[in-house]
């Protein structure tokens, strides 16, 4: 990496990177690193926090657990320590990615906000803004993913709630809502557990299910969902699967519709491949509802000063809002002149081919594939610009 120029103070504020730029240290970014350093490619990482994986360390709360068996959560060419129990928690998912970094010798630049990033069609090159220098490469690899920033929806008259609202990303633990009314908005896998941890504490949590959703078990018969789906998608057509995992869970948790949670008439795994929507794997939220410990209620009209009023035409009070709505994209905000991504910022080339753009532009983090799809991306970046790495040093000897 070599300076352009320097500003007064010898403080250099332009760059050159001899291979990518990748921008963002989460799980994506920290896979392509290490595939291309596997590679013998060169990469600066820009991260805008202090830390590695920051959105795991800084905006998740206590309990998580990775929701899929760790051998379908693995980064490329390190898998986690054999003696991680099947499903690890968010401290030990934290301590196998910082192991990580550290076995392949990553070393992001952190605090590095990028402002801008632009192809300079005169030179040939990506132009990459911080707060402190401008960062210039052949490539720019986009690793910021699908859940860069929590995702707040307009709610009619939320302003004027007078109890607390969070968002899932600054929640931690049900012992701050200890006794409370709580309505959580939201009832995919976040919202359902945090409903479920909230019980924990004494809280009566209503989840609002506006939408159908599909509840699965996490497991059949001791073998987990995801894993079986996997294995007969080898043998079998996607619809045949989908009516499989329907019919088991159907079997194991019954109709859902009676609870006031109405399943999509499109399968769990069609819908996912086609919206991205996950299937909220069940760890015991289910049970509480049938207990009547978390609340059902339908889409909420309005909030109010002291609760909310909903669609079918109730009104009830609450002392918190925690907002369960998920996370964006934000690369429309920083990356210009680019027409590969949609305004939601998600490429438009779906899966598998969204990982490649023009003028030496990639992306990982983006299939809607959880980490699984990130590995294959990975590999696939790596490789392609590893040849035109190896290509290019050729030419350079001659």
Known sequence: MGSCKEED??????????????????????AVSACLKENGVPSVILERSDCIASLWQQ??????????????????????PENFPKYPTKHQFISYMQYYAIHFSIEPKFKQVVQS??????????????????????????ATGENAEPFIPDIQGIEKFQGHVR?????????????????????????MEVSLDLCRYNATPH?????????????????????????????LPLWL???????V?????????????????????????????????????????????????????????????????????????????????????????????????????PFPNGWKGDNGLYTVGFTRRGLLGTASDAVKIAEDIAGQWTLMKGCKKH
Not at 59 to 80: N, S, V, W
Not at 251 to 260: A, K, R
Not at 335 to 340: A, I, P, S, T, V
């Open 9 to 30: 103070g010898n403080q250099p504020n332009c760059l050159w990177v001899d291979g990518p730029i990748i921008v963002g240290a989460g799980p994506s970014g920290l």
């Open 59 to 80: 905006k998740t709360y206590d309990r998580l657990k990775l929701h899929l068996p760790k051998q379908f959560c693995e980064l490329p060419l390190l898998g986690f």
């Open 117 to 142: 990033a632009e192809y300079d069609v005169v030179c040939g090159v990506w132009r990459v803004r911080t707060q402190d220098c401008e960062y210039v490469s052949r490539w720019i690899i986009v």
């Open 167 to 191: 968002h899932t990303s600054v929640y931690k633990s049900g012992s701050e809502f200890q006794d409370q009314r709580v309505l959580v908005i939201g009832c995919g896998n976040s919202g």
């Open 207 to 235: 989840i609002v299910v506006r939408n159908t959703v599909h509840i699965l078990p996490r497991e059949i018969f001791g073998i987990s969902t995801f894993a079986v789906a996997m294995a007969l998608l080898k043998w």
């Open 241 to 247: 699967v989908d009516k499989f995992l329907l019919m």
């Open 249 to 349: 869970a159907n079997f194991s948790i019954g109709n859902t519709d009676t609870l006031g949670l109405k399943r999509p008439k499109t399968g769990p795994i069609q819908l996912k491949n086609a919206t991205g929507k996950t299937p909220v794997l069940d760890v015991g939220a289910l049970s509480q509802i049938k207990a009547g410990k978390i609340k059902v209620a339908e889409g909420v009209r309005e909030i109010t000063r002291r609760g909310a009023k909903f669609v079918d035409g109730q009104e009830r009070e609450f002392d918190s809002i925690i907002l369960a709505t998920g996370y964006k994209s934000n690369v429309p905000a920083w990356l210009k002149g680019c027409d590969f991504f949609t305004k939601e910022g998600m490429p438009k080339t």
